[in-house]
């Protein structure tokens, strides 16, 4: 999962985008009014207009998704570090994060210094087991012994 300051984004975006789609059907979809009493309502025939119950409940319907896209991301502002948080306290913060990791890299080098040490220590075993089963296995050649080759 991203971290929190790309979720934002990505959510900035999405929101622009619902922003973009709400125009759009607006103004692909409404109806058209007259400017003042008296005047005739204009027409256009090459427009698409919604019958209005299916378009207010679309508006309502895209009103409802900006809602909650805001909600969203006003939650993942007040999720980020440093809200009511002062700058020292930050900075003290991640000082203390630096020693923290510090000693987790050493923690990480011993544990690898170890792991290297055991694994030698194995290869001698193996090895040494392997030379006593080579050596088990060979015939003995003492004196006057002969061996078939």
């Not at 999405?14 to 007259?34: G, P, S, V, W």
């Not at 203390?96 to 050493?106: R, S, T």
């Amino acid at each position: 999962m991203a971290d929190r300051l790309t979720q934002l984004q990505i959510c900035l975006d999405q929101m622009m985008e619902q922003f973009c789609a709400t125009l759009n059907y607006i103004d692909k979809n409404h109806d058209f009014e007259a400017s003042a009493n008296g005047e005739d309502k204009m027409t256009d025939p090459q427009a698409t207009i919604a019958p209005k119950e299916e378009f207010e409940n679309t508006i309502d319907e895209l009103s409802t998704d900006l809602i909650l896209k805001t909600r969203q991301i006003t939650k993942l502002i007040d999720s980020l570090p440093g809200v009511d948080v002062s700058a020292g306290e930050q900075m003290h913060r991640i000082e203390a994060l630096q020693h923290q990791m510090v000693k987790m890299e050493d923690k990480k080098i011993e544990a690898i210094k170890q792991k290297e040490d055991l694994q030698r220590k194995v290869e001698d075993m193996i090895f040494n087991f392997t030379v006593g089963i080579a050596d088990a296995r060979k015939p003995e050649q003492g004196p006057g012994k002969e061996t078939n080759a």
